[in-house]
Every structure is written in structure tokens, then in C-alpha cells.
């Protein structure tokens, strides 16, 4: 295919509940959209950026200006014989993932699309419905704590994460685990500590929790090895994982057991894939993790969940959890197992709702092999 046009939206959804991780509060859900089109054909992915550069350096300011200034007009008017070219003629860029892996995983989206197949059967995957938790932000008491993981168990979900912080660790996580003994229970602490806490975090051992995420600094992978080594409860990364490199440092020194699989922070499911087979050929446990994704992302993350080696329940929720309202097709639990259906139509499988997003629109720009030439679209 030849990318003929590539649109950019910046959109934002308000949050049904305000979401609170170690690392600040958010109540609502920012997001650049990418649309390209070819061959008379559209498809969509959805950069994982935020507001601000809090959980990475990533922000959505930035993914615009580097997929406007830069990747656009390397990749538009370009023939892509796979969706992994995208890939290739992005490399130059280095960093800015969010950013590719927007752009990117339309592409994929597209490819399914053409060839009539969803993005799940182009990943290899292995289910038909996958297994999901819902993530707890940090929340004013532990009772409320206590209000909010019953309400989630009682819709149904069989994994519940809490965020964790100090002074937000051992007492919340105690309550809970006495009042629910049997849940799937973890913990995700956004890089909240640092190895002097280790005779804390060891306190955390006997609540069986399934895993300990990102416990540590943002960019580290030797010291979580450290703690890993002292530590019985699993350590998982998530804000350390940027890149199949990172990923083999961390299988080398043995820095954690499990990946936290983000599509946009290892930029696009090229490297995903990549790391996905480096985790299962190392006995590295993975799953997807969210970005309190739109319809759009959340239905990219449903195909990865179901490759082979995402052996647990990942960060994908039902679209109640996030909006009232969202702009693509709506995802809900299935009670009984705690999973959702994975879309079975072609590329995402799901209907995107353009006129929504038009509406939602704070910026629109387009850019066409014709012109080469970024414009905004519309009174800009
Ligand atoms: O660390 O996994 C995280 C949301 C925003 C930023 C970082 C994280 C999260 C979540 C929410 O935990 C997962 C989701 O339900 O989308
Ligand atoms: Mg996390």
C-alpha cells in the first residue's frame, strides 16, 4: 500500500472516577488519534501519551510535534509492503515511542483491514476471549479502598491492582487481603521507592500478591534486580521496558519475573512482538498493561492480550470502568471468567465513531503525499 494521508486528532475523554497513581492524579483521558488511508481504506491507532510527562517523558504535546514535524513527513507517500516497515523507515527518530507506535499500529490496524483478518490473527494470538483485572488508583481511605475493590469483585473481575505509594502499602494492602483472600491481588507502586525501602517491601511477602509492579525508579533495571534477589513476591516492570534491549537487560540480570507489555512504550507491536518472543523464550511472564485507553487503544490492546505468551490478566478493563461515553465500539466483562471477547472483525474490529471525534476535536491536521505539506483542517 502507499500511505496516501495521514490525520492527527487531539481529543479528550473526561474519566468516570479520577484515576490517582504514586505520580499525580488524572481525570481524564488526553489522546492524539492518527488516521491513515490508502487505497480508499482508513484505520486508526491511538498514542498511550498523556497530559504531562509524568509516567514517561512522553506527552501528547510532544507526539504531535514529533509526528508532524518528523515521522509524517518521513513515512507519508511511502510504500509499506507490512505494517513492521513502519518500523524500519521510523528508526531514525529515536526515543518518542508513544509517538510511533500511534502511527504504526494504524498501519496494523490497516494491513487487518485489507487482508480481511483481525490484528489478533496477524499477532499469532492463541484466545478467543482474554482474561482481565481492573487497576485502583490510590484512594482518600482504606475504606473507600475497601468500597471500591468490592464493587469491582462484585462486577465480576478476578484481578484487582492497587496502586501503592509508602504509607499506602502494607495496612491497605492487609484489608484488602483479608477480605478477599482468594482474589488476584497485586500491587503497582509507578516507581515509588528506592532500595532503601527493601525491608519494607519484604513486609509485603506474606499477602500472596500476585506481583510487585515497578517498584523502583523509572529507568532502572540493575537495582530491581537487586530487590528481586532479596524479595520472594514477583517483581514485574513496567516504566523500564522501552525497547527489546531493555527487555534483555532485564532478562540477563534477572531484574523481575513478569513484563508489564505496553504497546505505545515500546513503540509499536513490531518491538512488541520482539520482546513478547524474548519473554517466552526466557520464562518471562507478560501482560498487557493500559494507558486508560479510548475504544480504540483498548480494542489494539484486547488483540495483544491474545498472543501466547500473555499468560496473565492484563490492564484492560470493560469501557464502564473509563467513560461514559467513548468513541468506538463499547467492551464489556464477561462475569463469569472475568474476560472480554476480542473483536473478531477485520483489523480492530471495531466501528469508530468519526462523527464523536470530529465533535471531540481541539486539533485536527492532515497531511497528503500529494502536498507533503502539514495543514490544519478546518478554522485553526
Ligand atoms: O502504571 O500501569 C500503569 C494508567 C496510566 C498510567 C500508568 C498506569 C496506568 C494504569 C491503568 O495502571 C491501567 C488501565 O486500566 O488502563
Ligand atoms: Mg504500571
Known sequence: MKLEKIELYQIELPLVHPFRTSFGTQTNRQTVLVKVTADGMSAWGECAASLGPWYSSDTNKEAWHVLTDFLIPMTVGQTVTHPSDMHTLMKPVRGHVMAKAALENAVWAWFGQAENKPLSAMLGGVRERVEVGVSIGIQPSIEQLEERVAGFVELGYGRIKMKIEPGWLIEPIERIRSRFPDVLLMGDANSAFSLDDVDLLKQVDPYNLLMLEQPLNYDDI???????????????????????????????????????????????????????????????????????????????????????????????????????????????LNKEDSTITVPTGAGLGVEVDEEYIESLAEKHWELTAENNKLFAVGDE
Not at 480504540?296 to 495483544?304: D, E, S, T, W
Request: aromatic letters at 6%; proline letters at 3%.
Open 222 to 332: 540493575a537495582d530491581h534486580a537487586r530487590l528481586q534477589a532479596q524479595i520472594e513476591t514477583a517483581v514485574c516492570l513496567d516504566e523500564s521496558i522501552h525497547s527489546p534491549a531493555n527487555a534483555q537487560a532485564m532478562i540477563d540480570l534477572k531484574a523481575g519475573r513478569i513484563i508489564n507489555m505496553k504497546v505505545g512504550r515500546v513503540g509499536g507491536f513490531t518491538n512488541a512482538i520482539k520482546i513478547h518472543d524474548m519473554a517466552q523464550a526466557a520464562g518471562i511472564q507478560m501482560w498487557c498493561g493500559g494507558m486508560l485507553e479510548t475504544g480504540i487503544g483498548r480494542a489494539a490492546n484486547l488483540h495483544l492480550c491474545t498472543m501466547p505468551n500473555f499468560t496473565l490478566p492484563g490492564d484492560v478493563s470493560a469501557t464502564d470502568r473509563y467513560f461514559d461515553r467513548d468513541i468506538a465500539d463499547r467492551f464489556t
